[in-house]
């Protein structure tokens, strides 16, 4: 069975010990070993739906929980159901017949809500290929660091939401394959994994980033981009106040020009001691900067490290 209740109702703490629920009834989501992806998706989207069916019978309050890694208290609900997704975690390459004519299928990617943001990464190397952003930290649910807007570290990308090409969802009244109003799966695809399509660009929007309010996510298409490295430079450096005026109005290539590389930075850091951030009468910083910048090509003078 893809979905099993898990010991007692007790007490469950969110890994960083920020927020505890009581009186919990936990129950786990698991993968199976179908073949292919939408298998998998179908029978575990029936039996979420059949969860959620009994939840509201029993007028349960839910939450979804995937690997409990936000600090904040979003997913705490006491005398709930949760529902750990954390061990549905497979992830499926998409073929270029699973996809609507004119859609690239190379940078995409079907994700098992509980997949880690590292579980991903590690299975998009195999392709060659890389997310262009994951944030501060791999250790979360691709889903959940989605749903809950984690923020993003390129300059010129979104948050870790932005991967996100489709949604599989689920709530007591049906699973819901939803995508933007131009579509990205065939019809048999989504047919296949239990799902009636949604595509509409404003509801497409929503469920990238709904913090759990909209149903529970059993499975994203996650895109990519062709595997790169970056250049990192760190170092103290004396800053001008004028300068931190240039990121405040986005003006990133005038201040990495000053500091780093004449060139659009990828990445602008800035560290300052909050307690003493000027000296006067210099009225300069002296955070520790850090500036990332895609290399230009395998030859590029400097240091590199894999992605961002």
Not at 15 to 25: D, I, L, P, S
Not at 236 to 243: C, G, S, Y
Request: glycine share 10%; with cysteine; hydrophobic share 45%.
């Amino acid at each position: 069975m893809p979905l099993i209740p898990i010991g007692e109702a007790g007490r469950w703490t969110n890994y960083h010990g920020t927020g505890v629920c009581e009186n919990a009834a936990r129950f786990a989501l698991r993968s199976g070993d179908a073949a292919r992806g939408r298998d998998e998706l179908a029978i575990a989207a029936a039996a979420v739906r059949d969860w959620l069916a009994a939840a509201q019978r029993e007028g349960k309050r839910v939450r979804p929980l995937g690997a409990g890694w936000s600090p904040s208290n979003v997913n705490i609900c006491s005398d709930a159901w949760l529902l750990h997704t954390r061990r549905f975690n497979r992830c499926f390459r998409v073929a270029s017949g699973d996809v609507r004519p004119g859609v690239d299928a190379a940078g995409l990617m079907l994700v098992e809500a509980g997949a880690l943001v590292d579980e991903v990464s590690d299975k998009l190397e195999e392709q060659q290929r890389s997310l262009w952003t994951s944030g501060a930290g791999n250790g979360q649910t691709f889903a959940g660091a989605a749903a809950t807007g984690t923020h993003g570290s390129m300059v010129v990308r979104g948050g870790i939401q932005d991967h996100i090409r489709a949604v599989q969802l689920v709530t007591p009244g049906g699973v819901h394959w939803i995508e933007p109003a131009a579509g990205v799966m065939s019809d048999a695809f989504i047919a296949a994994t239990g799902s009636v399509p949604l595509r509409d660009d404003d509801v497409f929007a929503a469920a990238q980033l709904p913090i759990g309010a909209l149903g529970i996510i059993t499975a994203l298409v996650v895109d990519s981009v062709p595997k790169f490295l970056v250049r990192p430079i760190q170092n103290l450096r004396k800053v001008d106040r004028v300068a931190i005026d240039w990121l405040a109005a986005g003006d990133f290539r005038r201040f990495s020009a000053a500091y780093a590389l004449d060139r659009d930075p990828d990445f602008v850091q800035m560290i300052v001691n909050p307690y003493k951030p000027f000296k006067r009468p210099s009225d300069a910083a002296f955070p520790l900067c850090r500036t990332m910048a895609r290399r230009l090509r395998p030859g590029d003078a400097g240091p590199a490290r894999r992605g961002l």
